[in-house]
């Protein structure tokens, strides 16, 4: 279950400093914002998620911010550790269709001992 | 309480032949979701699963189809394969349908078509 990894941005961090992943996003009626973590051999996870009226959440280590003049999404990690090397995908669902996930490209994310 | 599973984790088939995968959801979750997932396309939802019901569906043909039994496992079938299906077939489960609540997905099936 290695995630897509032949043409994926890559972020490349310093153990313990901060990652900052970005993300675009098209569709102006999205009613909310996930950020799944994919590592090598297993499906995506859940990380956080925003609805579209908050510009701001915060998780253990995560946050989550939303721009949605510009249209994009962001997720910072609080000192990066080597366990959270993975593709990161952002992703967004409506109320209407809530089940359907649609995702982004994704970007792999590398440390740096 | 175990997380959803997905059977077989491998698979090699040829062209022109169909393929059943099999996804058991959390215990208690009554919706399965299925995703491809390509390097060319990346994650792409093909259809949802609720109460033995397809709610929601994709932009994939007919012969991707699934179903969803009484104790919620689902399996989806794929028709007469082609070199282009080769991917990571995702299973994810949620409690309800139409809802934001998270959904979990297994560790996939991995399917290669030549």
């Known amino acids: 279950g290695e995630s897509v990894g032949l043409h994926l941005p890559t972020l490349s961090v310093q153990e313990g400093d901060n990652s900052i992943i970005n993300c675009a996003y098209s569709?102006?009626?999205?009613?909310?914002f996930i950020w799944y973590k994919q590592e090598s051999g297993k499906g995506p996870q859940f990380i956080i998620d925003?609805?579209?009226?908050?510009d701001k959440r915060q998780g253990q280590r995560v946050t989550v911010l939303l721009n949605k003049t510009v249209k994009h999404l962001s997720l910072q990690i609080a000192a990066t550790q080597p366990g959270d090397s993975a593709v990161y995908f952002c992703?967004?669902?409506?109320?209407?269709?809530?089940?359907?996930?649609?995702f982004g490209s994704g970007t792999r994310l590398s440390i740096r001992p | 309480k175990a997380g959803v599973t997905q059977t077989p984790r491998y698979l090699i088939k040829t062209r022109g032949q169909q393929v059943t995968l099999s996804c058991s959801p959390i215990?208690?979750?009554?919706?399965v979701s299925w995703y491809q997932q390509t390097p060319g396309q990346g994650l792409q939802f093909l259809f949802e699963?609720?109460?033995?019901?397809?709610?929601n569906k994709g932009n994939f043909p007919g012969r991707f189809s699934g179903r969803q039994f009484s104790n919620s496992r689902s399996e989806m079938n794929v028709s007469t394969l082609e070199l282009g299906d080769s991917a990571l077939y995702l299973c994810?489960?949620?409690?309800?349908?139409?809802?934001?609540?998270?959904?979990?997905f297994g560790p996939g099936t991995r399917l290669l078509v030549l």
């Open positions: 994810a489960s949620s409690p309800q349908t139409g809802t934001s609540e998270t959904q979990y």
């Open positions: 569709n102006s009626a999205s009613d909310y």
């Open positions: 925003i609805r579209s009226n908050m």
């Open positions: 992703a967004e669902r409506t109320y209407s269709s809530a089940s359907k996930i649609i």
């Open positions: 215990s208690g979750h009554r919706s």
């Open positions: 699963y609720f109460s033995e019901t397809q709610r």
